[in-house]
């Protein structure tokens, strides 16, 4: 099945909380452009996260084909916020680029970073 779901409502649907993790896990984890983004960023919400999730969405973007950068940028902030820098490292490219980007886009980012930071900002 080809499910999409609306960023708005994906971060919406975090707010509910542990029942919301399998549908936000499942559009996560099977990435479909926007939608598997805006979930992983609803999944950056949860806290504590699920202990297999990290691994799971470290290694989903690292042999995927495709990742669009969005869905590359929603994951690096919630692996950070998740205390899982190492895993988060995974998903730099190989100049380093999309760190500087990171970093412009969400600046102050770290491990005890606040849910503020579940959102995507605009470059600056």
């Known amino acids: ?32 452009g926007d939608s598997a983004a805006h979930a992983i960023l609803g999944l950056c919400r949860m806290s504590p996260p699920p202990d297999h999730l990290a691994p799971r969405l470290a290694e989903q973007l690292s042999t995927s084909t495709s990742p669009t950068s969005e869905t590359r940028a929603a994951a690096y902030v919630t692996l950070v916020r998740w205390k899982r820098s190492d895993l988060a490292e995974q998903l ?15 600046p102050g980012l ?11 900002r605009k470059m600056r």
């Open 1 to 32: 099945s080809r499910e999409r779901i609306d960023g708005t409502l994906a971060l919406r649907i975090a707010d509910l909380g542990a029942p919301a993790l399998p549908l936000l896990e499942r559009l996560a984890l099977a990435p479909r």
């Open 92 to 106: 730099i490219d190989e100049q380093g680029r999309n760190r500087s980007d990171y970093r412009r886009r969400w």
């Open 110 to 120: 770290s491990e005890d970073a606040g849910r503020e930071f579940c959102t995507f």
